[in-house]
């Protein structure tokens, strides 16, 4: 395993990162998801990704209870707030900042996070006031380092604007070989700021995996297949020129020795500004194979060969 330093934090982290959601507490069951934590430290892997929406409080529960025992600073904890917990709390309030972080701390049955992320901009919240809030965590020493996710542009500068706040270390992004938007300004503005992206669907929701055919069913109880688990999946992703083009990228994959999971992963990976890619797994072997794309080789001309294929089929 490889690890790379998280924008401007003391924090390193691995370059695979263990996510929760749609996963842990919720769609898997207890002991497969205890077994996927075990093994993602076995693998190296130190950093694990939650929040506090994934299955209402479930996923940090469990995750509190896999992480039990093991010395806190062996590992990099994150999570994050933003979407509804109830009918009354959501958003990025100081009030709700303070409320959701106590909450999450308890159910992770720990004293603080590496990382507290805000999950969306709250437009209706003043940056201001939530910038003030987790600075204040920050300084409460409840949380290390703040980050955000699919912020746009123009907000994350505002929030780097805010007058002797806590200043931004991650941003999480969706990025994929079939998702490439963060190039355009959020990867070099957040590079010339220390912000390093932590990318979640690196897979694009596992088309890149390889695992659906062109031509033939979807295979049962996927994603894509999945009423509450495919929101995030794009249609066009499915299509006949994009599925195909995923099986010429196995190809590619299986010259340089590696699963197309493997491949996907080292793609994203090749991005500098990148510190770890978030993959779920609902079983050991798969964190095993997630794990082994840290450090891959692969040569230049294979993953623009990818992207040119991918280019042509959309």
Known sequence: MQYRQLGSSDLRVSEIALGSWLTYGGGVERAQALACVRQAFASGINFIDTANVYGRGAAETLLGDALAGIPRASYVLATKLFFPMSSQDQGLSRAQILKQL???????????????????????????ETMRALT????????????????????????????????????????????????????????RHAISQIVWSPLAQGVLSGKYLPGRALPPETRATSSSMGAFLRQSWLSTRTLEAVQEIA???????????????????????????????TRPEQVSENAAASGALVDPADFAEAERILALAN
């Open 102 to 128: 106590d909450a999450s701390l308890h159910r992770l049955r720990t004293d603080y996070v590496d990382l507290y992320q805000c999950h969306r901009y709250d437009p209706g919240t003043p940056l201001e």
């Open 251 to 281: 190809g590619l994959a299986k010259r340089n020795r590696l699963t197309p999971v493997q491949f996907a992963l080292a793609w994203v990976l090749r991005e500098g500004n990148v510190a770890a890619a978030i993959v779920g797994a």
């Open 136 to 191: 204040d965590v920050v300084r409460q020493g409840k949380v290390r380092y703040i980050g955000f996710s699919e912020w746009p542009v123009d907000k994350i500068r505002a929030a780097t604007e805010v007058h002797g706040a806590e200043q931004f270390v991650s941003s999480q992004p969706q990025y994929s070989l079939l998702w490439r938007t963060p190039e355009q300004e959020v990867i070099p503005f957040c590079r």
